[in-house]
């Protein structure tokens, strides 16, 4: 499973735990109370991300808090430069997302084209009140004028090295792994 | 690399199921209040329609406009095209206007498999009904029908049709729709029986990977799935029966037949349906005939079909069989 041998841990399970705490409170307070959020997240370990934080908000609120799925596959920039995709599931809450304040929910944020692809995405399926974007970690090197607005983890990285995020529901642990990429310009030692 | 859809026999068993499972997730555009997506923009796309056909044009032209395609409808209706020449010509017509994929529509079998390996054209061609060859979407379409019935929407994704019993009835001379069915059902893992006629099943039909009756009362009671096919009444100068009521009494559906089926058996039909001649009212209007859900499945089909030869840098679906040499 574990593809980057090197690859070093830099948040192990107890963390992205309490990171993900401390988001849900972030998120109570700042949109006082979390009464019209709806938690989107992009597949795949976004998805997973946002129904953790959902049942942290219901913890914390005591109310049932609405969470889905966003796939971006079809609205992404680069789709001319590869073969198709596989496309995901978009699973958006019975009530919709009018008027609602939608929390977009994505495990690294890197150049900033998947939200912006999701930003147009959510265009197509109504009209939130706002939007706002949750991470579990930023390694930086925006591409686009686009910044979260819950950071798990700031990750200052080089492009040489790779960010990848393992969750439980997928990978059967919790753990993000700061690695260099196998095949890096200047990795050959 | 193959980029076209001229036949069903030409998917592998993995490139079925991935059309099945991204035409699942293009099924769900259409709840949607905005039924478009972004991602055919700036392409493309022709319907070249040289014989007569309302459900599958308007079904592709609905599949490429969701996707945000330009569409072009070219009607050849009348006019003397259906000669080599002229197609060459047509093509390279389009050509010219830089099309990115041709639908193609032809009463010649083999029209859109020389479209596409000519030369003449650089677009990637998808075959909409080619003479009684094929219909690579139609039988798509159907295979998705029977998942989601048969299986499950949710539970189907990523499966086949393994196992299930599915018995076509009726002109399998003339139908594109049986033999890509055929194609198609057996590369799924399906068990498919014809039942026709002596005089409607073509020569060769005992090569086909399926088994053949002529007792449509007695495969009923085996099969998940029923596909009436239509009686080509243009084509009954022919005698290729009696009269059409010995054909409706011995190879129609009707409420007493369909009383013999499974319980979760389901009936289907490719359309235009003809009311009292291979399937009743009766059959027709209960809720196990599936018809108009093959037309919006179609949809989300040739969706699927069009993003993946048309959405990347190359498509994403290969071919078991390379058939330039």
């Known amino acids: 499973m574990d593809t980057h041998s090197d690859a070093r841990p830099v948040l192990e399970g107890p963390d992205i735990a309490r990171v993900l705490t401390r988001i849900a409170h972030e998120i109570v307070e700042r949109a006082k109370g979390a009464d019209d959020v709806v938690l989107l997240g992009i597949p795949t370990r976004g998805v997973f991300l946002a129904r953790r934080l959902a049942a942290k908000l219901e913890e914390i609120t005591g109310r049932t808090i609405a969470s889905g799925s966003l796939d971006i596959t079809m609205y992404r920039d680069d789709l001319r430069m590869h073969p198709p995709r596989a496309l995901a599931r978009t699973e958006i809450p019975g009530d919709g997302i009018d008027g609602r304040l939608v929390v977009l929910v994505d495990d690294v944020l890197f150049s900033g084209r998947t939200i912006r692809a999701a930003l147009d995405a959510l265009n197509d399926i109504g009209r939130p009140r706002a939007v706002q974007l949750a991470v579990l970690v930023d390694r930086g090197h925006r591409e686009l004028p686009i910044r979260a607005d819950y950071v798990g983890k700031n990750l200052p990285t080089s492009l040489r090295e790779t960010v990848k995020v393992q969750l439980a529901e997928e990978d059967g642990r919790d753990t993000v792994l700061l690695g260099v990429k196998p095949d890096a310009p200047g990795d050959q030692r | ?325």
């Open chain 2, 1 to 325: 690399m193959q980029r076209h859809l001229i036949s069903a026999a030409d998917l592998t068993r993995d490139d079925a199921v991935l059309i099945l499972d991204t035409a699942e997730e293009m099924a769900r555009v259409a709840d949607r209040p905005i039924k478009k997506l972004p991602t055919l923009r700036g392409r493309t796309v022709v319907n070249l329609f040289f014989e007569d056909s309302t459900r599958t044009r308007i079904s592709f032209e609905a599949a490429e406009k969701r996707l945000s395609a330009d569409v072009i409808n070219f009607t050849a209706k009348g006019s003397s095209v259906s000669k080599g020449e002229s197609l060459k010509d047509t093509a390279q017509t389009l050509e010219a206007m830089g099309v990115d994929a041709v639908v193609i529509r032809h009463s010649a079998s083999g029209a859109p498999y020389r479209l596409a390996n000519s030369g003449w054209i650089d677009a990637a061609v998808i075959n909409a009904g080619d003479g009684t060859h094929q219909h690579p979407t139609q039988a798509l379409l159907d295979a998705f029908t029977m998942r989601r019935r048969l299986v499950g929407r949710d539970t189907g994704l990523g499966r086949d049709l393994a196992g299930r019993r599915i018995t076509i009835v009726g002109d399998v001379l003339h139908s594109r729709v049986a033999r890509s069915n055929v194609d198609l059902l057996h590369t799924l893992g399906a068990e498919v029986t014809l039942v026709a006629p002596p005089t409607l099943l073509p020569v060769g039909v005992e090569t086909w990977p399926c088994e053949v009756s002529y007792d449509l009362d007695s495969t009923l009671p085996k099969s998940d799935a029923v596909m009436m096919l239509r009686v080509q009444r243009e084509r009954m100068n022919a005698a290729f029966f009696p009269t059409e009521r010995e054909y409706s009494r011995r190879y129609g559906l009707d409420g007493d037949r369909m009383a013999r089926m499974p319980e979760h058996a389901i009936v289907m039909h490719p359309g235009p349906m003809v009311r009292g001649m291979e399937i009743t009212a009766e059959v027709a209007d209960s809720g196990r005939c599936t018809v108009v859900e093959q037309v919006a499945n179609g949809v989300s089909i040739r969706m699927a079909v069009l993003y993946l030869l048309l959405g990347g840098n190359e498509p994403a679906v290969t071919h078991a069989r390379i058939e330039e040499k």
